[in-house]
């Protein structure tokens, strides 16, 4: 069974950086795709960005250029660097993982508790 566990979150003013990890555990397979989702408040979860096995990422518009996904193969751990905040940016980001094959048409069966994430203006 795969487990997820976020760290990092925190309180930052706008302009500000973060750093999420996600420890994972339990990946048994050689192919997947692992991600960052977040949900602000009265809003739909999103998708912020995905890595896959080979490195190949993918980003949110609203987030391309600020944010960097990464990880570390070794370790089974996922990173998220977040650079340039804005309040926009505050949500609870979450930690997902799939096994598959690039993660164009990933489906996430696997998810962290989440860790939030509050950017002041």
């Known amino acids: 069974q795969v487990q997820l566990a976020e760290s990092g979150g925190g309180s930052v003013q706008a302009g500000g950086s973060l750093r999420l990890s996600c420890a994972a555990s339990?990946?048994?397979?050689?192919?997947?795709?692992m991600a960052w989702f977040r949900q602000a408040p009265g809003k739909e979860r999103e998708g912020v960005a995905n890595?896959?096995?080979?490195?190949?990422?993918n980003y949110a518009h609203s987030v391309k250029g600020r944010f960097t996904i990464s990880q570390d193969n070794a370790k089974y751990t996922l990173y998220l660097q977040m650079n340039s905040l804005k309040p926009e940016d505050t949500a609870m980001y979450y930690c997902?993982?799939?096994?598959?094959?690039?993660?164009?048409?990933?489906?996430?069966?696997?998810w962290g508790q989440g860790t939030q994430v509050t950017v002041s203006s």
């Open positions: 997902a993982a799939a096994y598959a094959f690039g993660c164009r048409d990933a489906e996430f069966p696997y």
């Open positions: 339990g990946i048994t397979q050689f192919n997947y795709c």
């Open positions: 890595i896959d096995k080979y490195g190949n990422t």
